[in-house]
């Protein structure tokens, strides 16, 4: 699926001004944030919708998880991630699996078919400052 939405995605990192690099079915752009601070977010292909519509996903890795109840995180730490969740307009955070790992991320997602310029911007910009946010409250700056 992803074959189809390439060349916008490329297309949109060269207005963007980003260098864009694909492996396999996903692309990954490395944003320069304030300071030195940067920020690696992933775009590949979601699922798609029961009418025919592709999903688009955005996401930024911001920590790496233990294993255990809740991949680690302390009750209080959820329960606050939930609660930000629910204020967020833009992306969620959530836990992915990365081979044998699982980390905490941020991602959004978008209809491939209907994304243009300014949403692809938007979704980049925001899964990388959500989670360089969360990543400089652990005083990290490794993804």
């Not at 396999?24 to 977010?41: C, H, K, M, P």
Request: aromatic share 6%.
């Amino acid at each position: 699926m992803l074959r189809h939405f390439a060349d916008r995605i490329e297309r949109f990192a060269k207005l963007a001004g980003v260098d864009i690099q694909k492996a396999e079915d996903r692309f990954s752009i490395v944003l320069q944030l304030r300071g030195d601070r940067t920020q690696t977010i992933w775009i590949e292909p979601g699922e798609d919708l029961p009418g025919g519509s592709h999903i688009i996903e955005f996401s930024s890795i911001c920590q790496k998880m233990a294993s255990g109840l809740l991949s680690g995180l302390p009750k209080s730490q959820a329960i606050g991630l939930l609660r930000l969740n629910s204020r967020l307009a833009i992306g969620h955070y959530c836990l992915i699996k990365t081979g044998a790992e699982e980390v905490l991320a941020v991602r959004s997602t978008q209809i491939a078919e209907t994304m243009d310029f300014e949403e692809f911007k938007l979704h980049c910009v925001t899964v990388a400052q959500l989670a360089d946010t969360w990543e400089e409250k652990l005083g990290r700056d490794e993804f």
